[in-house]
């Protein structure tokens, strides 16, 4: 999550001829940043940078593995989810990260019953492991700062941040889409708003989605979100005294979870923070999984 990118200007080719030039929502440049500063603070250059790193295509087979269930055509925009996918697909991709890696099939029926009350149909969990958990406590931890101190800060609006919910703001060109996808320990939910007409509404990820989000689980009892620490991983203070001027951590330090063995030069290992007592002892993931399907 400290890695180093470059938040700065960018030109790619578009298939027709053209050439697509990207910016940030903000329109400012802010040089070399964190990988964690671009998630939480939604920088748009930094993001396709990373993604042009590891390859488009492996980015579109990492989102079908989250559970999308689209052929996406691997264009560099994609990087920014300038594609069309639902609610429900979006909520598909968002469970696997609140399953802890877990692929768990959404359903709108858990039973079918029959006219005398006999069960004669139950679909059970089908559950498949798809990514490491270690990979996902990472990407976990993430966006609780997108929630805590990003661009969905403003939740603490209508959530207590005891609740430690995570999630991430969406915003599309010209404000024609406000997306919100989150969840804390027990409920899970993905706001969009929009025109049918595709015109702009003047709204953000923050400013819209995220507001009714806020509002729908300020009225629910929900859980707060307890990431559960898997075997595997490192604690280190990372200081970051190499990044822009204009990057907002820079000078600063943070303690960071890492797979074991990619601690970055310069970082200092720690013990793992404090687990909760008994009290407040982390469910297991069978436990997770029944509150999340309680079927």
């Not at 890695?3 to 578009?14: C, H, K, V």
């Not at 492991?129 to 931890?141: A, K, M, V, W």
């Not at 009225?219 to 559960?228: F, H, I, V």
């Not at 793992?272 to 436990?287: I, N, Q, W």
């Given at each position: 999550?400290?890695?180093?990118?470059?938040?700065?200007?960018?030109?790619?080719?578009?298939?027709?001829?053209?050439?697509?030039?990207?910016?940030?929502?903000?329109?400012?440049?802010?040089?070399?940043?964190?990988?964690?500063?671009?998630?939480?603070?939604?920088?748009?250059?930094a993001t396709i940078k990373a993604g042009l790193d590891v390859g488009v295509e492996a980015v579109v087979q990492t989102v079908k593995m989250l559970g999308a269930d689209e052929d996406f055509v691997p264009y560099p925009s994609f990087l920014l989810g300038a594609v069309s996918m639902s609610t429900l697909e979006v909520a598909q991709i968002y469970q696997t990260f609140a399953s802890e890696g877990f692929y768990v099939p959404q359903r709108s029926i858990n039973s079918v019953m029959g006219p005398d009350n006999r069960?004669?149909?139950?679909?059970?969990?089908?559950?498949?492991?798809?990514?490491?958990?270690?990979?996902?406590?990472?990407?976990?931890?993430?966006?609780?700062?997108?929630?805590?101190?990003?661009?969905?800060?403003?939740?603490?609006?209508?959530?207590?941040?005891?609740?430690?919910?995570?999630?991430?703001?969406?915003?599309?060109?010209?404000?024609?889409?406000?997306?919100?996808?989150?969840?804390?320990?027990?409920?899970?939910?993905?706001?969009?708003?929009?025109?049918?007409?595709?015109?702009?509404?003047?709204?953000?990820?923050?400013?819209?989605?995220?507001?009714?989000?806020?509002?729908?689980?300020?009225?629910?009892?929900?859980?707060?979100?307890?990431?559960?620490?898997?075997?595997?991983?490192?604690?280190?203070?990372?200081?970051?005294?190499?990044?822009?001027?204009?990057?907002?951590?820079?000078?600063?330090?943070?303690?960071?979870?890492?797979?074991?063995?990619?601690?970055?030069?310069?970082?200092?290992?720690?013990?793992?923070?404090?687990?909760?007592?008994?009290?407040?002892?982390?469910?297991?993931?069978?436990?997770?999984?029944?509150?999340?399907?309680?079927?």
């Open positions: 999550m400290s890695t180093p990118l470059e938040d700065m200007p960018i030109n790619l080719p578009n298939p027709g001829g053209d050439v697509w030039t990207p910016d940030n929502f903000d329109h400012k440049h802010h040089g070399r940043v964190a990988m964690l500063e671009a998630l939480v603070f939604s920088y748009n250059l069960l004669l149909k139950r679909y059970g969990l089908s559950i498949e492991q798809r990514f490491d958990p270690q990979y996902i406590f990472l990407i976990n931890t993430a966006l609780q700062r997108v929630v805590s101190q990003g661009t969905g800060a403003s939740l603490s609006h209508y959530l207590p941040a005891s609740l430690l919910a995570a999630g991430k703001t969406g915003t599309s060109d010209d404000m024609r889409d406000s997306w919100f996808a989150g969840f804390t320990g027990d409920r899970l939910a993905v706001v969009w708003l929009g025109a049918d007409d595709n015109r702009s509404i003047g709204l953000t990820g923050s400013s819209g989605a995220l507001e009714v989000w806020g509002r729908v689980m300020a009225g629910l009892d929900t859980q707060p979100l307890d990431l559960r620490e898997p075997p595997g991983l490192d604690w280190a203070r990372v200081y970051f005294n190499e990044y822009g001027k204009d990057s907002r951590v820079n000078g600063k330090s943070e303690l960071l979870p890492f797979v074991k063995g990619t601690i970055p030069t310069g970082a200092y290992k720690v013990l793992s923070p404090a687990l909760p007592t008994e009290k407040h002892r982390r469910p297991d993931l069978l436990e997770r999984l029944r509150k999340w399907f309680p079927w």
